[in-house]
């Protein structure tokens, strides 16, 4: 019912920026939290930030201030500014949301993931 679709990933040398985009679409009502979670190879997928409708964010302790997320609430599209990155950010980025459908029922949608690696 509700697709998400990211975009935005590729290689990048470390200290470089990358901002990933991730849209949403379908029979969406509301979106309440959006966010975006990363899996290196090997590793379990981790939190890396959210945000709320109302524009309250959570960062894991690994951003350190190098990255922001936003969202277009108009747009149904949340951002990901990353800034000083490094070689162990590199990982697949999904994009996730959760929230309400026109018909009233919750969904909680995951996109299909976008490829960050940051290398020399």
């Known amino acids: 019912q509700v697709q998400l679709v990211e975009s935005g990933g590729g290689l990048v040398q470390p200290g470089g920026s990358l901002r990933l985009s991730c849209a949403a679409s379908g029979s969406i009502f509301r979106i309440n939290a959006m966010g975006w979670y990363r899996q290196a190879p090997g590793k379990q997928r981790e939190l890396v930030a959210t945000?709320?409708?109302?524009?309250?964010?959570n960062y894991a302790d690994f951003v350190q201030g190098r990255f922001t997320i936003s969202r277009d609430n108009a747009k149904n599209t949340v951002y990901l500014q990353m800034n000083s990155l490094k070689p162990e950010d590199t990982a697949v980025y999904y994009c996730?949301?959760?929230?309400?459908?026109?018909?009233?029922?919750?969904?909680?949608?995951w996109g299909q993931g976008t490829q960050v690696t940051v290398s020399s």
């Open positions: 996730n949301a959760a929230g309400v459908v026109v018909a009233g029922g919750r969904f909680a949608s």
């Open positions: 945000i709320q409708s109302g524009g309250s964010t």
